[in-house]
């Protein structure tokens, strides 16, 4: 558990109210990008606040009423995953590399430099994006960030992607919450069935194929049907 000077605050608006807690950087940070953590571990203390530097606690009360529990690791869960962390500057500064280089090995493994039919290495890649002058979100994924960067650094070298074309039909019951995800990997098509089931195009970095499988199988348990090349 990270004591409370170390801790930094994440805080969330719900219900008309101002909440915040007290949570360890790295694992919060690893909580937004999806991983799975130690809860228990992430909190300094297990209180949620409405001004955390005075220490004044939340009422119980308005906890109950805008999360639906007191529990305080959900409440901390959904509060980091849909809320704001108050990241130092040299925090975020680590993690926007950190999402560089991550950014520059897919790149290079997925594209080409159309002139010679070779990958661009890693390094190419990273002065190429410091070059275009391309700001990092070190709190989106990475495979949501490649298209941008690929327009960005072909302005500054020759490149291409191979991709992939992929129909989706998601379940009427999960439609909602895939849409989202869709959305986010720049759905070109869309159709909804009159049971409510929704079928939709993508066309992705080959690269991402991988985690589109995996983002969308757990917004619809699995039920997800994919296929390639349609």
């Known amino acids: 558990m990270v004591t409370v000077d170390e801790a930094i605050i994440a805080k969330l608006g719900k219900d008309g109210k101002h909440f915040e807690i007290l949570v360890d950087s790295d694992i919060a940070y690893d909580l937004k990008e999806g991983k799975t953590v ?39 869960v959904e509060m980091v995953r849909h809320g704001e962390i108050q990241l130092t500057t040299e925090f975020r500064r680590r993690k926007i590399e950190e999402k560089k280089k991550q950014i520059a090995a897919f790149i290079s493994k997925n594209a080409i430099n159309p002139q010679t039919k070779l990958p661009h290495p890693p390094e190419r890649v990273m002065a190429a994006m410091e070059q275009a002058h391309i700001s990092i979100d070190p709190f989106k994924p990475t495979d949501q960030q490649v298209e941008d960067v690929i327009k960005a650094v072909k302005t500054v070298m020759p490149i291409s992607v191979e991709e992939t074309s992929l129909t ?63």
């Open 38 to 76: 130690s809860v228990s571990r992430m909190l300094a203390v297990n209180e949620v606040f409405v001004d955390a530097k005075k220490a004044n606690r939340a009422a119980p009360s308005d906890v109950q009423k805008a999360f639906g529990t007191n529990d305080i690791e959900k409440i901390a």
């Open 168 to 230: 989706v039909e998601i379940p009427a019951k999960h439609s909602a919450r895939a849409y989202g995800v869709l959305k986010e990997f720049g759905m070109q098509q869309e159709k909804w069935l009159s049971d409510g089931s929704l079928v939709a195009k993508i066309t992705i970095p080959a690269g991402a194929r991988e985690s589109v499988f995996r983002r969308l199988g757990a917004a619809t348990e699995g039920s997800a049907k994919i296929e390639e090349g349609k």
